[in-house]
């Protein structure tokens, strides 16, 4: 199994730690990932899955407290990575989607970040 990253070189998806990785720079009309490519990324975020064109999952939380933390901590690695995702916040819930807008569809960083922000919730 394969992926295409923002340079279009072929990465393989089976042993990679995507949050160990860091988002790359799509500007200048890179290609978004074959349906077959993504769905291997796909499968190594446990609990995101697509939804018109981008990735998205929802975040469960005790309370606002909780979901602004997290919400900040989401932000940050936006800034990090410079790949920032939409997200929708309420009270104790925060829904986040990701898509790679300068490739016209999915990339390797929409997957990295989803890996980066599912780690925030490990052991808890």
């Given at each position: 199994?394969?992926g295409?990253?923002c340079e279009g070189q072929?990465?393989?998806?089976?042993?990679?730690?995507?949050?160990?990785?860091?988002?790359k720079?799509?500007?200048?009309?890179?290609p978004?990932?074959q349906?077959d490519?993504?769905d291997?990324?796909?499968?190594t975020?446990p609990?995101?899955?697509?939804?018109?064109g981008?990735?998205?999952?929802i975040?469960?939380f005790?309370?606002?407290y909780?979901?602004?933390a997290?919400?900040?901590?989401?932000?940050?690695?936006a800034?990090?990575?410079?790949?920032?995702?939409?997200?929708?916040?309420?009270?104790?819930t925060?829904r986040?989607?990701?898509t790679?807008h300068?490739?016209?569809?999915?990339t390797?960083?929409?997957?990295?970040?989803?890996a980066?922000?599912n780690?925030?919730q490990?052991?808890?």
């Amino acid at each position: 199994m394969s992926g295409n990253n923002c340079e279009g070189q072929k990465v393989p998806v089976t042993t990679i730690d995507l949050s160990s990785k860091h988002c790359k720079s799509c500007e200048g009309g890179a290609p978004p990932l074959q349906k077959d490519d993504a769905d291997s990324f796909l499968s190594t975020v446990p609990g995101w899955y697509y939804e018109s064109g981008c990735i998205s999952k929802i975040f469960n939380f005790k309370n606002f407290y909780h979901t602004m933390a997290f919400v900040n901590a989401v932000a940050w690695i936006a800034h990090c990575e410079s790949h920032h995702p939409e997200m929708e916040i309420s009270y104790n819930t925060c829904r986040i989607s990701y898509t790679t807008h300068a490739a016209g569809g999915l990339t390797e960083n929409d997957f990295i970040c989803a890996a980066k922000v599912n780690a925030l919730q490990q052991g808890t």
